[in-house]
């Protein structure tokens, strides 16, 4: 018999713990403490070199002005750089300094330590066909998030 109220806390207690480690300040290779946010950051500009604000601001789903105001901390702490592009005199460009290189790698390997993990735990003794219910369970759940979080606006 299903206890889909059981379920649910046990998704909520899921999220609740995601978050919180989420929102724990870490040290990537550096001796500065970065949120997942700033880390994020730096992981889009590292991926995309080059990048300017209007591309980055896409690439996360945010605005120019939240954008640049994280800039502006990722200055400050000396893990990126804005540099005149070489394709236009009034387009700037982001680049990672050395510090900022040295955060995007540790990020890189702190995922691949974070997924092999999951995978180790969880994926690679998954049969094929759990592995798929798996997968489609979680794209509607995703789903299922997008629709509360559109229901959430509509009620602000």
Do not use: W
Not at 119 to 144: A, H, P, Q, V, W
Request: net charge positive; glycine share 6%.
């Amino acid at each position: 018999m299903k206890d889909n109220e059981a379920l649910i806390q046990q998704i909520e207690r899921i999220i609740h713990k995601y978050t919180q480690m989420e929102k724990r300040r870490r040290f990537y290779g550096t001796n500065i403490s970065l949120t997942y946010a700033e880390i994020h950051t730096i992981d889009t500009i590292g991926s995309n070199d080059g990048i300017n604000i209007t591309q980055l601001a896409l690439l996360k789903g945010i605005t120019k002005g939240a954008v640049s105001q994280m800039i502006y901390k990722l200055i400050d702490k000396g893990l990126v750089i804005k540099e005149a592009s070489p394709k236009s005199d009034v387009e700037v460009v982001l680049k990672l300094t050395e510090s900022g290189k040295k955060a995007y790698n540790a990020h890189l390997e702190f995922h691949r330590k974070k997924n092999e993990v999951m995978c180790d735990r969880l994926l690679n003794d998954m049969t094929e066909e759990s592995y798929i219910k798996l997968k489609r369970g979680m794209e509607s759940f995703e789903r299922m998030l997008d629709r509360l979080s559109e229901l959430d606006k509509d009620n602000n």
